[in-house]
C-alpha cells in the first residue's frame, strides 16, 4: 500500500496465501471511487435526496473505505520500516511524497484552469500550505508518511507495541474531547491512526490466518458485517460523533477482507483483481480528477442523469489512472512514483 504505481505487472501474487490482500484493495479503492462520484453529484443537486444522505452517512458513521486503506497500510508496514534510515527515507520519498507533492501541483492547477466547473475551489496560494493542508484525497498520503515515520522510530523502542497501542488510545480520546475537521491534518491523523495500529500490530500473521479461514465463516461475517453497515448507514437520522465511528469504522474492513476471502475461494478473475489491487493507491490518487471530468463533459452536454454519471465517473476513476500510470513508465514520465536509479542502472533491474 506504500506503493503508487509499479512499473510490471505481477499476477504471481494470486497464488500466493496472502492474495486476498490485493484483492481487498481493489474493492476499497472501488468504494472509495463510488463515494468520491456520488459526492460530487450530490454537490451538484443530480442525486435523489435518499441516495445522497446515505452516501454522506457512509463516509461520516462508515469512515468510507479508507480505514481499510489504513489497515492494509498497517499490515505491510514494519516491513517498509524494517529498512536503514537512509532507505527507509529514499521509498518513502519515491513513493509517497512525489505523488503527493505532483498530484497536489496537477490538481490546483486543473482546478485554477477549469475555475467553477469543479466545485474545488483552490488555488496556488494552497500549495504553500501543503504541509499541514493537504488538497483533495490526498491527505491520506500525508498521513500515510506521518505514521510510517513514527512507527519507524516506534519500531525500534523495546516496548514499541505498547508505544503504538497508546497512541491509537490517545488518538480516540482526542476524537472523544473534541478534535474535529476545523484542525483538518491533526483530525486526519487521529480518525486513521486506530485502524493503522491494527495493521501494524497484527501484521503478517493475520496474511496467512485470513487465507486459511473457513469459507463459511467468512460468508456469514461478511454477511453480519454488511447488516451492520447498511443498517448505519441507511438506518440513523442523525450521525454518530467521531468517538464513535473509531469502532463503527471496523465495520467495512470486515466487509472488505471477508469479500475479498470469498473471491479468492471462488477463483474467477483473481489474477485480475490482484493485478488491479497492486494499483489500488494509484487508482485512489488519480481518480478524482478524471472523475470530476467526465461529471464536468455531461453536464455541458446537458445530461443530468445520475445513473449515467455514476456509471462513466467511476469507469473513468477506476481506468484513466491505470491508464495514465502505463503511460508514465513507458514514457518515463513519474507520476506516480519517482524511479530508483540506481535499480534501474543494475543489471537485470
Not at 38 to 52: I, T, Y
Not at 240 to 266: E, N, Q, T
Request: charged share 15%; proline share 5%.
Amino acid at each position: 500500500m506504500t506503493e503508487v504505481g509499479r512499473a510490471k505487472p505481477d499476477t504471481t501474487r494470486a497464488s500466493s496465501r496472502v492474495a486476498w490482500v490485493d484483492v481487498a484493495r481493489i474493492f476499497a479503492a472501488f468504494t472509495i471511487v463510488v463515494h468520491h462520484v456520488l459526492g460530487g453529484l450530490f454537490a451538484r443537486d443530480l442525486l435523489p435526496e435518499w441516495l445522497g444522505s446515505a452516501n454522506e452517512s457512509w463516509d461520516v458513521n462508515l469512515r468510507g473505505a479508507v480505514p481499510v486503506f489504513a489497515f492494509m497500510s498497517g499490515v505491510f508496514a514494519l516491513r517498509t520500516v524494517r529498512a536503514p534510515f537512509g532507505r527507509f527515507l529514499d521509498r518513502l520519498g519515491r513513493r509517497v511524497l512525489w505523488p503527493l507533492v505532483v498530484w497536489s501541483l496537477i490538481s490546483v492547477t486543473l482546478s485554477v484552469v477549469a475555475g467553477d466547473r469543479t466545485q474545488w475551489e483552490l488555488g496556488f496560494g494552497d500549495l504553500l500550505t501543503l504541509p499541514w493542508q493537504p488538497v483533495l484525497q490526498l491527505w491520506y498520503l500525508h498521513v500515510l508518511i506521518v505514521y510510517l515515520l513514527v512507527l519507524w522510530i516506534v519500531s525500534r523502542l523495546r516496548f514499541g507495541s505498547v508505544v503504538l497501542v497508546v497512541l491509537a488510545a490517545a488518538s480516540v480520546v482526542a476524537l472523544a474531547v473534541g478534535l474535529d475537521e476545523g484542525t483538518y491534518l491533526p483530525w486526519r491523523l487521529a480518525s486513521m491512526a486506530p485502524y493503522f495500529v491494527a495493521g501494524a500490530l497484527l501484521g503478517e500473521p493475520l496474511l496467512h490466518r485470513v487465507a486459511e479461514l473457513d469459507v463459511r465463516i467468512a460468508l456469514g461475517a461478511a454477511t453480519v458485517a454488511s447488516v451492520v453497515a447498511v443498517s448505519l448507514v441507511v438506518g440513523l437520522e442523525d450521525f454518530v460523533d467521531d468517538v464513535w465511528s473509531a469502532p463503527l469504522g471496523l465495520v467495512p474492513i470486515v466487509v472488505v477482507v471477508m469479500a475479498a476471502r470469498l473471491a479468492v475461494a471462488g477463483g474467477l478473475g483473481v489474477d485480475r483483481l490482484v493485478w488491479l489491487g497492486q494499483r489500488s493507491l494509484t487508482i485512489y490518487v488519480g481518480h478524482v480528477i478524471p472523475a470530476a471530468a467526465v461529471r464536468a463533459g455531461l453536464l455541458e452536454v446537458g445530461i443530468e442523469t445520475w445513473q449515467i454519471h455514476l456509471v462513466l465517473g467511476v469507469a473513468a476513476g477506476l481506468v484513466v489512472p491505470i491508464v495514465l500510470e502505463q503511460l508514465s513508465v513507458r514514457l518515463r514520465v513519474p507520476l506516480f512514483q519517482l524511479p530508483n536509479d540506481r535499480l534501474r542502472a543494475a543489471p537485470g533491474g
